[in-house]
């Protein structure tokens, strides 16, 4: 793929003397955009925070207040929304407006939150380590679930004086809610539905390219990887997105490459809009990560990071191998999605988690959905939003 994209640089490079420089040419605005700058430019205001978690890591969040022309008066409902692997918030507002979801909440008239993962580009601080350090990235899952979500979740409670909200997570950011909300009872009663969009636990049947990654020893991972981030947003990335993604015919190579690890529907793409995505969709996570997510497909098990040996396992779970997590001991109400065509949250797997999910109070399977069609599918304000926002309405 890396050489198909080099392809296309010389290709790039190449076109002025063809006389096609400019033909089919149109780089959206947003492809060099923050999360800050793409709200604005939708006309939406919006609000960023620094959370610090109990173990030092510093969160950037992000808030859409109230939608466009919606002047903020009486407390809103507040959904909070938290993105998936190697990603950020900028998943919720990839797309237009009108398919957006957290345009799409603010605009009907709720206060809504975007949280980032430590690690990513809006998450890579820390009171005391350095992103240089190996120290700094000595996270998984179990991290994110234990700090980030609680140190979150919190802040918004208190910032918004709301005693409860709604948490829509994709992928991982279902995966943490899992965790967080079947092993923290008191940071559960804070969830009023938990809205989770291709969820994943177990990784058992999962098809995405990704799998490869268990072939390989930890040593190997490592020596291919390093010990520190894994995925970041790089100049060369910003480049393809911009120079490259923005062509009509690059189309087919930009998308194969962006949506590698998860595939996707070119027919529920709004194609146009590839640079954005590329720009916006790698924002990196720990190479401890990947090996955890590696892990859970190897042992087909819902489970705490294995840290390699029974000292190291004993000294963070005072147990000589690591906990598996019960999903059937949250008590959230759960509302779920899933895609008949999502090799990354396999159906085999969300069959077997649905029975598990002790408040399950709605479901729908989505037989064309892949995995990247929850957030930024044409049709997922028919397939999906307006039953979200229906059941948040109901639950008021």
């Not at 207040?65 to 407390?75: D, E, I, L, W, Y």
């Not at 190697?86 to 957006?100: E, Y």
């Not at 087919?252 to 640079?275: A, E, H, Q, V, Y």
């Not at 497909?297 to 000292?311: E, Y």
Request: net charge positive.
């Amino acid at each position: 793929m890396w050489q198909l994209l080099a392809a296309t640089c010389w290709m790039l490079l190449l076109g002025p003397v063809y006389g096609c420089h400019k033909k089919g040419s149109t780089t959206n605005p947003e492809a060099n955009m923050n999360i800050s700058q793409i709200i604005s430019y939708w006309g939406y205001p919006y609000e960023k925070y620094d959370v610090v978690t109990e173990d030092g890591y510093i969160l950037g969040i992000y808030r859409i207040p109230h939608g466009r022309g919606c002047p903020k008066t009486a407390p809103k409902p507040v959904v909070y929304l938290q993105h998936g692997l190697v990603a950020s918030a900028s998943n919720w507002i990839c797309n237009l407006p009108n398919n957006s979801l957290a345009f799409l909440l603010a605009d009907v008239g709720y206060d809504v939150w975007l949280g980032n993962s430590r690690g990513n580009t809006f998450s890579r601080k820390h009171l005391k380590f350095s992103p240089k350090s190996p120290e700094f990235w000595a996270f998984s899952l179990d991290e994110m679930a234990k700090y980030d979500l609680p140190a979150t979740i919190n802040f918004i409670i208190e910032k918004t004086r709301q005693e409860q909200l709604y948490y829509v997570g994709h992928s991982q950011g279902t995966t943490i809610g899992f965790i967080a909300f079947s092993t923290n009872p008191e940071l559960a009663k804070r969830i009023k539905i938990f809205f989770a969009l291709a969820p994943v636990t177990t990784v058992k049947y999962t098809q995405s390219p990704m799998k490869k990654l268990t072939n390989l020893s930890r040593k190997a991972v490592k020596v291919l990887f390093g010990d520190k981030m894994f995925s970041p947003h790089t100049f060369f990335d910003q480049f393809i997105a911009t120079k490259v993604c923005n062509r009509k015919i690059f189309r087919r190579i930009c998308s194969n490459f962006i949506f590698t690890l998860s595939g996707f529907d070119p027919k529920n793409l709004n194609m146009s809009r590839l640079d954005v995505y590329f720009a916006q969709s790698s924002a990196g996570t720990s190479v401890q990560t990947m090996l955890h997510w590696a892990q859970a497909v190897n042992s087909g098990q819902f489970q705490a990071f294995d840290w390699g040996n029974p000292d190291q396992n004993m000294k963070h779970f005072h147990q000589l191998t690591p906990p598996l997590y019960n999903v059937s001991n949250m008590e959230v109400p759960t509302a779920v999605w899933s895609g008949g065509q999502d090799c990354v949250a396999d159906l085999k797997d969300v069959e077997n988690l649905l029975p598990t999910i002790t408040r399950l109070i709605y479901y729908k399977l989505i037989p064309h959905y892949n995995h990247v069609d929850f957030y930024l599918g044409q049709d997922a304000p028919v397939e999906i939003y307006q039953d979200l926002i229906r059941m948040v309405e109901e639950w008021l």
